[in-house]
């Protein structure tokens, strides 16, 4: 029930194209919450964990064809094609609607459509925007209320006149072949069915925060990003904030509540945010940071007190886990936690685990849990203008071309670079896993509309500030000759980041090459570290043969964006192509 005509005339619209049993209102509330846990008890859809050592945690199993993001079936309705560009599926708008309302037809029958408003972003800050999503499945309630502000406060703000983000969810039949994930940007719309799978589900994180987020940032000045958001304090107290772009499953959420490895005496990290960042201009020319979201929707697998202690310290309570396997105390368990693999799982697919059917708990298997619960949560989390960012960093899984770090030499160098990032494909979207592809600042699922007028935007910049964050690369995935990492990662990334503190702050060199300004090995605090210095200078080694072939696919896969891909970003392709050549025939 709201006093907002407009919400209430597209409720009404929604329940009679869906035909629902019940319409309920969510409030958010404790009670509430219990209530549909309770329900959820009853019909099987969750299992109730140890209550002694996982207070209050809960084990979702899902369709096993319904575990992760579809890009394939993920579509900008743009009026006109361009405007959504190479980087997106795109579908006209109305047969898009006509599509899926199809679908939509009679879909919530013997079900409950519940009306989620919410709001992404802390309360009372001026960046924080709101959505209200509809959906039949009682899991996305319940894990929307712990990534966002959902609730009372939320259709407040919507009542009190700000617009606001439609989404419409139906977990259909769960069937792959009537599965869409539709974004109407021009209409502020999202209408996905088919998948309960969180990124396609939780409306408020990718298609609101990131896709249709990312069309409004640029319409309007700002940026939606795929960042964590981090704070860096060291020994004498001084905090600088950092936010980094990562393609999905490469280790965002281990970063952004990286624990300080013990030579590093004095060092901590702070955690903002884990996914998403909204970046704004400030009056002092700085771009602040906030996180839209309220909590973590993690990768399971890895994480363990070795590689992320404050993860492990987050969600031993409150968490909803989804897809993981489960031990006979009925703890939850993945591949790569601590301690000896139990000898009886029962597998993400509620069979006695066998290695033959693959792992226990499914690669892209996740956690849900409050961002407040982390023991690094920072106490400007929830400040309403943010946090000022110092560095923007990018990287990507790459076991070979890219070196550990290396910083732009300017805003349009940095934005080229982001632009250039590769990874190899992960779980967090069906399809083959390992493949090297572009994904520039590892928006390529997330971004709203054309990439080259999002390169444009991101260089528009320049214009508007001379006091923009520095930009730098990173990458902790290279291998060895025998396969291995060559880097610890981890904790030990602090190490890297304490080398981009130490240049925001003009106090560490670096030296110039083609491709931007690298640290010299000895610039890299080793100490504590059982590492070769051939190997430290391996990794920041930049080889002009491999990096020539690099520039080609690289200039390969920004030209075809065609006439609208931007001078400046041709210019750098140019000019480090150049540079690239002299220094091959330099040595
Ligand atoms: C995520 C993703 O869930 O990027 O954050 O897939
Ligand atoms: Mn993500």
Redesign the pocket.
Known sequence: MTKNPELAAWVDAVASLTKPDNIHWVDGSETEYGDLIKGMLADGTLEKLNEETYPNCFLHRSDPNDV??VEHLTFVCTTDSEDAGPNNNWMDPAEAHTKVDELFKGCMRGRTMYVIPYLMGPYGSPFSRAGVEITDSAYVVVNMRIMARIGRRALDHIEGGNSFVRGLHSVGELDPEKRFVMHFPEELMIKSIGSGY??NALLG??CHALRIASWQARTEGWLAE?MLILGIEDPTGNKTYVAAAF???CG?TNLAMLVAPPALDGWKVWTIGD?IAWLHLGEDGRLWAINPEAGF?G?APGTSLSTNANCMHTLGRNAIYTNVAMTSDKEPWWEGIDGPKPSELIDWQGRPHDVEKGPAAHPNS?FTVAASQCPSYSDQANVPQGVPISALIFGGRRSAVAPLVFEALDWEHGVFTAAAVASETTA??TGKVGQVRRDPMAMK??CGYNFADYWAHWLSFKERSEKLPKIFNVNWFRKDANGSFMWPGFGDNLRVLQWIVERCQGKADAIKSPIGLLPDGKDIDLNGLDLEPETIDALLAIDPEIWHTEVEDIDEYLSSFGDRLPGAIRAQIDRIKREISESQHAA
């Open positions: 992760a993001r969180g990124g994180k990718k795929h393609p999905s499953a965002k996914d929707f990768v996740r967090a979207a699922p997330f």
